[in-house]
């Protein structure tokens, strides 16, 4: 079973993206959702044992990690977990206009909301097949 976790502040956007995955004609994917990357860190701590194969983030949630975004105090936490989550692909999500820069300082994949909005679900397809 592929197992995704989906982090953003803003439900609408938490409902668009599991649409689209849920869309992939992709068998035997569970997908947990996160709304702040607080609740996020729970749920990968809760789930050592079985890592998440996919985590989609946000970049901008709640402000408590000034003058780093959410989504990037989170990436680090991931990568803290070591051997656990070494697997695990995280996609970053966001308007933010220095994604680019963001993903290539972490290591991790990016995908601009411009673009997941104005595509259809098989954009979500490389992330998570």
Not at 69 to 87: P, S, T, V
Not at 103 to 123: C, F, I
Request: aromatic share 12%.
């Amino acid at each position: 079973m592929k197992r995704i976790l989906i982090v953003d502040d803003v439900p609408g956007w938490v409902r668009f993206h599991k649409g689209c995955i849920e869309h992939l004609p992709i068998p035997n994917v569970q997908i947990d959702c996160a709304y702040c990357a607080k609740e996020a860190l729970a749920k990968l701590e809760t789930s050592i044992d079985n890592p998440y194969d996919v985590i989609f983030t946000d970049m901008q949630m709640e402000p408590d990690f000034l003058p780093k975004f959410a989504g990037e105090w989170l990436i680090e936490q991931i990568q803290n977990f070591g051997d656990y989550y070494k697997n695990t692909q995280i996609v970053i999500v966001s308007a933010a206009p220095n994604i680019k820069a963001i993903a290539e300082r972490y290591g991790v994949l990016y995908l601009p909301k411009t673009v997941a909005r104005n595509s259809d679900a098989e954009v979500y397809r490389e992330f998570v097949e």
